[in-house]
């Protein structure tokens, strides 16, 4: 346990012998000012001195890289865990927001071959506050370059709803105490049914992307393995769901694969899905990774996939690529720097 993955009265044992007031101090320094327990200078020198050697308040990332791209507006982190296990945050800088997109397993069990955090295999679940305390490092970071991060996706490494009790827990703090509206916040599935309609029942709406990739049961059987136990029409109906239930529009992510999922009627089957819901489509040239023996679209068939989406009725952006020659770029996260066993 470290210091994110603490609640209120955990933190108030920790203080256990100082006013009351303190835990207020404390907890304000943590999620508002994003600060250390040792720079918190409101405490006394001897209070700050205790908690900066306090194993509960320690950190739970321990930084292994910081590699920029981009002009700088790019941003990854590689982090180890407690137990050597890698993790990977990423920062995009925009020029009216900044975004983190944050993991949420150490590794992924879904089995995308296309994806290197697939191929990487799978260590374990995050906790809270490893979860919590990326987005934390990744607002001091946008503070540092007089900026505010604005959005938070779950889009990193793993699938947030196989995780879904402590990815929840995060989301709540991320709202109630750093103070991010649900607007800002995105969940991003593979196409877990039973955390879409967890999601549903939720209070807070937050945003809903699924990663389909394909439109039709049999290619998506071989490119997203999950599909076999929750195939597209029962996905389609727990989307339809969430989207009535919580007034957002939902996201599908598609990585085009050359002459895989790029063809005209893999247009023709994606636009029968998303128009229906009223989805906007991210289209994602496919990053290469090793292990994946086929290539991304090539730029001018990607735009061409785009117009004739948009000529039937769909609303669709290219995703900018950003990060690929650091490994941030969507599909590469795979903490190159260190193995998920650390």
Known sequence: MARYDLARAELAQVLAGEPPYRVGQVWDGLYRQHRDPAELTVLPVVLRARLGECEALAPALHLVQRQTADRGTTVKWVWRLGDGAVIETVLMHYPDRSTVCVSTQAGCAMGCGFCATGQAGFRRNLSV???????????????????????????????????????????????DDLGLSARHLTVSTVGIIPGIRRLTAEALPVNLAVSLHAANDELRDRLVPINRRYPLA?????????????????????????????????????????????????????????????????????????????????????????????????????????????
């Open 234 to 342: 029962k996905l389609v109906r727990a989307c339809r769901a969430y989207v009535d239930a919580k007034g957002r529009r939902l996201s599908i992510e598609w990585a085009l694969i050359e002459g895989v999922n790029d063809r005209p009627t893999d247009v023709a089957e994606l636009a029968a899905i998303a128009v229906p819901l009223g989805a906007h489509v991210n289209l994602i040239p496919l990053n290469p990774t090793p292990g994946w023996p086929t290539t991304g679209t090539r730029p001018q068939e990607v735009r061409l996939f785009r117009d004739r989406l948009v000529s039937m009725g769909v609303n669709a952006t290219i995703r900018r690529n950003r990060g690929t020659d650091i490994d941030a770029a969507c599909g590469q996260l795979a903490a190159r720097s260190g193995t998920l066993e650390g």
């Open 129 to 175: 506050g490893e979860i919590v305390e990326q987005v934390v490092m990744a607002c001091r970071e946008a503070e540092g370059s007089e900026r505010r991060l604005g959005n938070v996706v779950f889009m990193g490494m793993g699938e947030p709803l196989a995780n879904y009790p402590r990815v929840w827990s995060a989301i709540e703090r991320i709202h």
